[in-house]
């Protein structure tokens, strides 16, 4: 029987978010498009488009059931809570980790959560970080390419990053608007294109600036196939070994250092998720969805999946480990790792 998905890329917004986005101070603007989505904009561009009203947990067990995902790690996505007013931030991130990981609590199993923190006040971020870390159902936290104009590689982050590396904590990283957002406010274009150029400017700082290597306990998760690093990874090394300044702060190309960090597979287009199953290896994938922002459900992700496995021709091993063995293993859902422990058993040779 094929081991049941674990989707590590899906999402959740509780009310109290969704109000403080409408807030009038909150730093954003809103509106409701024509198909009853909430449009969040965050300096003149589109950050985020949710469904209203989102699915019951009822509902969402429901398409879980029918696309076979066993388990599905929730987390709020861009613009997160980092625009918001510094009073609201810390008491709203707390009172969101607190509802979700409830919810996980309740759902023998089948949730997970990946916790908000209150950025950019790392004092706060760090406090909240220790506190959500130790809930039941928090399997790491969500933290997006940019921190209300500040990039991840900023100095100010360290004392954060290093409280994680020393907890040996998973961070996934979901994109948001850029530092700048001239030349995407049109056409939706932050949201539909840009995130992903976002991911990938992202990754290459964190490269380039030697963060990886500075907090190597991180266990780093990018989203979107890592937005275009697979098909750009040959520029990654291209310019590390051109310009000196590449150099500075690593001593190894980016295609190397990269082999330490994991990208979901979140996309419905084929040949993308083949060149990047051909530009890393299985290990480094772990099946996601999206939920609820991808119109027509989770099939099509699985079925895109299947494609590409198919095309690449991943071995038996490969496959599951993508559909569910690795999340199993990075993020320690005993359920699945059950599942994993069984699926190896599977794998060994007669006689052994």
Known sequence: MPLPFIDIHAHHYPDAYLAACRRADSGLDWYVRDDGRLVVLQDGAVALAVPQPLPTLEQRLAAMDAAGIQTQVVSVSAPSVFRLPAEVRAPLARDLNDEMAGQAAGSSGRLAVF???????????????????DLDGVVGLALCTTIDRR??????????????SDRQAVIFVHPTTGCSTAGVREY???????????????????VYSGLFTRYPGIKWIFSHLGGTTPFLIHRFDNY?????????????????ILRSVF??????????????FETFPAEQFLFGTDYPHVPGGLDVFVQTFD?????????????RGIQAA????????????????ANATSQKPAGT
């Open 326 to 341: 690795n999340a199993a293993r990075l993020l320690g859902l005993p359920r699945c790792a059950a599942a994993d422990t």
């Open 188 to 206: 939706a274009l932050a949201l539909g294109l840009d995130f992903l150029a976002e991911t990938t400017n992202a990754i290459g700082r964190m």
């Open 307 to 319: 494609a590409a496995a198919d095309a690449v021709k991943l071995t038996e091993t490969d496959r």
């Open 115 to 133: 916790a908000s923190l209150p950025l950019p006040d790392v004092e706060a971020a760090r406090a909240e970080a220790r506190r959500a870390l």
């Open 240 to 256: 590390y070994r051109q310009f000196p300044e590449c150099r500075e702060h690593i001593g190894q190309p980016p295609s190397q």
């Open 263 to 276: 990208f979901d597979t979140v996309s419905t287009h084929v040949p993308a998720m083949c060149c990047a």
């Open 151 to 164: 990039t991840l590689d900023d100095p100010v982050f360290a004392p954060l990053l290093r409280d994680m």
